[in-house]
C-alpha cells in the first residue's frame, strides 16, 4: 500500500508552485528550466540581482525571525536562483516537489546554498537565539548532507526547547530510525571481511513456497507463514474471490467511465516505490492504451492501488475475501475510520513496468491475487533493511527509499547487498501471494497483467501497527484516533480459526457472533511470538 503524505509538503509545492512545468502545449513533463535557461539569461540574471543578493547576504544572523526547514528553504531557493544557474537537461523529468529537492541536494549549487545556510544559523545560535526554530532548522540541513549525529543534536536541542511541540517529536522519532539503520551498516561494515567471496558476490535467492488452499487451514497460515513473516504463494483460491471471471475486458465494461490518476515509475524518485502521479485518464482508455506498443518504458503507465471499494462498488460487490485475510481489525473500527475502506485495490500495468523496492506502510501484512498476467516478486526479511541503504529523503514520511538497484546491484558501492536474504517468485494467474509487514520487495511486470490486492491486520501485525501509528499519529489526526481505538482495553482483538471466506457485505459487516468464544487470543499469539525470537 502507498503511504498518503501529509498537508505538510504543501508547504514545499507552495513553495515552488511557480515553476514553469508547463505552458501552453508544452509536455507536462518539460524541465522547470527548459524553457528559460540560455547563457544570457544567467548573465543577465546576476546583473539583475547582484544587488538583491548582496542585500540577503548582509541580513542579521542572530534576529529571532523564523527559519524555514531545509526542504522548505530549498525550494524557495531553487525558484528565485538556482534554476539559472544548471543546464535544463539535468533536472529530473518529475514534477514532484520532493524528487526535485532531492536531486537539487545533490548539486554543487544546492550544497552550496545549505552550507551557507549552516554557516549562518550556527552563528545566529551563537550569537544568542534561543529559538527552537533555529536548531530545528539546521538540523534539517544537516540531515541533508547525511550528518545524522549532528542533525540529531540540534533536533534535541529543539525539543528541550520546545518540548509539546508534536511536530517536532515526529521528526525526531523519523531522525532516530535513519539513525538506527546508519549505525547498523557501520556496525557490519566494521567486521565484513571484503576479501571474502561471499561479499564478492550476489547472495542465492531461495523461491517461496507454493500451497493449495485446500490444504492450508487458517491455523497453519497464521502460524507458519503470518506470524514467522515467511511469504507463500497460495494456488487454487483466486478463482473463488469473484462471483464472476475477472479480465480486463470485465473491467473496462464494468468500472470504464471511472476516472483514475495514473503512475509512472521515475528512475531517481523519493517516492514511495519510485512510483509518481502521470496523468489521469477512464479506465476503459487506459485498458486500451494496453494494447498499444511503446517504444520505452519510461512511456509506460500503471493503475496502481486504486480504491476498489472508494472508487467502483460494482466491482467491490463481486468480491469475496479469502478466510486468512477475513477477521481484518480494520473492520472492526468505527465507520470512516482511516484504512477501514481502503482495500481491496486494484492494479493493472502493462509488461516491463516495475515498482522498486519498498515497504508496506503503517506496519500492515499485504496480499495480492493475480488474474491475469505474471509478476516477479523478490522479498527481503525485515532484519535485513539497514542492509539495502535505506534512504529517508522524503521529509513527511517514515517510508524509506531504497539506494541498491536490483536490477544492476553494485557491490562495491553496496557490499552490505552480499548478506542479505533475497526470496522469489514468479506469480502467475490464479494464485495468491502473501507478503509479511515489514519485507523489503520489488515487483516486476513480465506480462499486462490485472491484479488486486489488500492490506490488513490482525494479531500477526498488531504490535507493529500501533507502533507505527504512535509516530505517525503526532502529525496526523485520523492515525491518532485509529491508535486511540486500537488501544482500548476493549477492542476486540481475539481471532477465530474457523473462519470461512466471505462475501463482500459479510466481511464488511462480519462477525456477529461473540468475540469471546473466538480461540487465537493476544497472549497466545504473544506467547509464540516470544518462542520464535527465542529460537533466533
Known amino acids: ?16 508552485n511557480e515553476w514553469p512545468v508547463t505552458d501552453g502545449n508544452e509536455n507536462m513533463y518539460t524541465s522547470p528550466t527548459s524553457r528559460i535557461h540560455n547563457p544570457a539569461s544567467v548573465s543577465s540574471f546576476f546583473l539583475r540581482n547582484v544587488g538583491k543578493v548582496k542585500k540577503v547576504a548582509e541580513k542579521p544572523v542572530y534576529d529571532d525571525a523564523e527559519e524555514d526547514l531545509a526542504d522548505v528553504a530549498l525550494a524557495k531557493w531553487w525558484r528565485k536562483t538556482g534554476k539559472y544557474l544548471m ?18 541536494t545533490g548539486t554543487d549549487e544546492g550544497l552550496h546554498f545549505i552550507k551557507t545556510e549552516i554557516s549562518r544559523l550556527r552563528e545566529k545560535i551563537s550569537k544568542g537565539c534561543k529559538s527552537a526554530n533555529a536548531s530545528s532548522a539546521l538540523s534539517s540541513y544537516y540531515e541533508k548532507i ?7 543534536m540540534h533536533l534535541e536541542s529543539a525539543r528541550d526547547k520546545n518540548p509539546q511541540d508534536k511536530e517536532l517529536e515526529w ?25 571474502s567471496a561471499s561479499v564478492q558476490s550476489l547472495p542465492a535467492t531461495k523461491q517461496v513456497e507454493r500451497v493449495p488452499a485446500d490444504s492450508l487451514s487458517f491455523k497453519d497460515f497464521f502460524y507458519k ?36 490518476t495514473l503512475k509512472k515509475c521515475i528512475k531517481d524518485s523519493v517516492q514511495w516505490a519510485r512510483l509518481e502521479d502521470a496523468t489521469t485518464m477512464k479506465v476503459k482508455d487506459f485498458i486500451s492504451s494496453l494494447h498499444s506498443n511503446l517504444s520505452h518504458d519510461q512511456d509506460k503507465l500503471y493503475l496502481f492501488d ?25 473492520q472492526r473500527t468505527a465507520q470512516g475510520s482511516l484504512y477501514k475502506d481502503s482495500w481491496p485495490s486494484l492494479f493493472i500495468a502493462p509488461a516491463g513496468l516495475t515498482s522498486e523496492l519498498h515497504v508496506d506502510a503503517f506496519g500492515s501484512n499485504f496480499w495480492m491475487a493475480l488474474f491475469e498476467g505474471s509478476k516477479r516478486w523478490v522479498f527481503f526479511d525485515k532484519d535485513d533493511v539497514a542492509m539495502l541503504y535505506p534512504m529517508f529523503s522524503h521529509p513527511w514520511s517514515t517510508d524509506p527509499v531504497f539506494q541498491v538497484d ?37 515487483v516486476e511486470n513480465l506480462e499486462t497483467s ?5 492490506n490488513f491486520v490482525d494479531l500477526s501485525n498488531f504490535h507493529l501497527v500501533k507502533e507505527e501509528l504512535t509516530v505517525t499519529s503526532l502529525i496526523d489526526e485520523r492515525s491518532a484516533e485509529l491508535l486511540k481505538q486500537f488501544s482500548d482495553p476493549d477492542f476486540k482483538s481475539n481471532m477465530c480459526s474457523d473462519i470461512d471466506h466471505l462475501s463482500w457485505e459479510q466481511f464488511k459487516t462480519w462477525p456477529a457472533e461473540d468475540y469471546e468464544k473466538f480461540d487465537i487470543k493476544p497472549q497466545i499469539v504473544e506467547e509464540g511470538r516470544k518462542t520464535l525470537l527465542n529460537k533466533r
Not at 500500500?1 to 515552488?16: F, G, H, K, L, S
Not at 547525511?146 to 540529531?152: Q, V, W
Not at 535513519?178 to 551498516?185: G, I, L
Not at 483460491?237 to 464494468?254: A, E, G, R, Y
Open 450 to 454: 490485472l491484479a488486486i490486492s489488500g
Open 306 to 330: 486504486w480504491n476498489i471499494p472508494l472508487h467502483c462498488q460494482e466491482l467491490a460487490a463481486e468480491l469475496k475475501i479469502p478466510k486468512y485475510f477475513a477477521g481484518d481489525f480494520l
Open 1 to 16: 500500500m502507498e503511504p498518503t503524505d501529509t498537508v505538510t509538503d504543501a508547504e514545499i509545492i507552495e513553495a515552488i
Open 406 to 442: 536490483l536490477q544492476n546491484p553494485d557491490l562495491k558501492q553496496h557490499p552490505l547487498l552480499s548478506l542479505t536474504q533475497p526470496i522469489e517468485c514468479v506469480l502467475q494467474p490464479g494464485e495468491l501471494l502473501f507478503v509479511p509487514a515489514g519485507c523489503p520487495h520489488r
Open 87 to 104: 543546464e535544463s537537461d539535468s533536472v529530473p523529468t518529475s514534477s514532484n516537489p520532493n524528487t526535485i529537492i532531492n536531486f537539487i
Open 171 to 195: 521528526r525526531f522519532k523519523r531522525l532516530k530510525r535513519a539513525v538506527h539503520y546508519r549505525q547498523k551498516q557501520e556496525e557490519i561494515l566494521s567486521q565484513l571481511d571484503y576479501s
Open 225 to 260: 507463514y503470518e506470524l514467522t513473516s515467511t511469504p507463500v504463494v497460495i494456488t487454487g483460491l483466486v478463482d473463488k474471490m469473484t462471483t464472476v471471471p475477472w479480465t480486463l475486458q470485465h473491467i473496462s465494461d464494468v468500472a470504464g467511465n471511472c476516472s483514475v
Open 146 to 152: 547525511g550528518n545524522l549525529s549532528l542533525a540529531k
